[in-house]
């Protein structure tokens, strides 16, 4: 099943039944990401999204000292950002655009798995880092982490996916807009009492353990019941509480009518262990 997630700058492992791991693996640059990288990671993610042998993904990083430094800048600098476009300003700006799009959407890969995605954070967690985190359904970081909104020390508002879904994600407002106005670093700490985090752990190991401790009991429950959750909570965000009831009535009225409720409520009666069956 592995050769599939063979993408370069990943590693995707199956620990356990139903679980994958997928690693950032370029810690010799910090983790930082080129081109390759994001288009890969959408890869990765969509790939994941659809694979009946699995029921939720840790999403990590290797090395000690960053889940990921951002953006590599000077890669960057050679490409569309370079600044040396011979066309005029609508042309250059179309390409941008575009360009600007293909990025979010290879981000936005993680949000739309329909698989639940545990993003666990470690040592410098800068710019980019966020909006991979962000775009992640549950965030834990170890208590090394340090993170930091940092494109306006480069010149640019975030536009891949931070300024979008920081307000939604449960901070206060004000917080949000400071770090982000500022790029100052803030810690672990700090991030679990705004609510950016659900939960610390003391080190990257004990953070690991903690992730994929918790993906394993998501992926022992159904995989109907946890794959609508996300969903539904998802469409919910941001739109008027009728107009998450009638969708999740209507989501229901077909996904109730599964074996795993009968599963369920008879495994709970006779205190038994229950397997469900693929999606």
């Known amino acids: ?42 890869k990765i993610f969509n790939t994941l999204s659809y694979d009946p042998e699995v029921r939720a993904v840790v999403f990590t990083a290797a090395g000690d000292k960053a889940f990921s430094a951002g953006l590599d800048v000077q890669a960057a600098a050679s490409g569309e950002l370079s600044g040396n476009s011979k066309l005029d300003g609508a042309r250059t700006a179309t390409r941008l655009r575009r360009h600007i799009y293909e990025f979010q959407r290879c ?10 995605v545990i993003c666990l954070l470690h040592g410098i967690c800068y710019g980019l880092a966020l909006d991979l985190c962000l775009a992640a359904d549950i965030r834990l970081a170890a208590s090394t982490t340090r993170f930091s909104i940092k494109e306006v020390d480069i010149g640019l508002a975030a536009d891949i996916g931070t300024l979008t879904r920081l307000p939604h994600a449960g901070v206060p407002m004000s917080w949000a807009k400071e770090v982000a106005l500022t790029a100052r670093e803030f810690g672990a700490e700090e991030a679990l009492r705004v609510g950016l985090v659900s939960g610390t752990a003391g080190s990257k190991e004990e953070l690991r353990q903690k992730g994929v401790g918790m993906a394993q009991k998501i992926a022992g429950k159904s995989p109907v019941a946890v794959v609508g959750t996300k969903e539904l909570i998802n469409y919910s965000r941001g739109r008027p509480v009728e107009d998450g009831l009638n969708y999740t009535a209507a989501w229901n009225a077909a996904m109730v009518q599964t074996q795993d409720v009968t599963d369920a409520i008879t495994a709970g009666l006779k205190k038994k262990q229950v397997t469900f069956s693929k999606l």
Do not use: G, S
Request: hydrophobic share 40%.
């Open 107 to 116: 981000i936005t890969a993680i949000e739309k798995c329909e698989k639940p």
């Open 1 to 42: 099943m592995a050769d599939k997630y063979k993408h370069d700058y990943f590693n995707v492992t199956f620990p356990h039944q139903y679980v994958a791991v997928v690693e950032i693996n370029r810690p010799e640059k910090m983790n930082a990401f080129m081109e390759v990288m994001w288009l890969n990671l959408e």
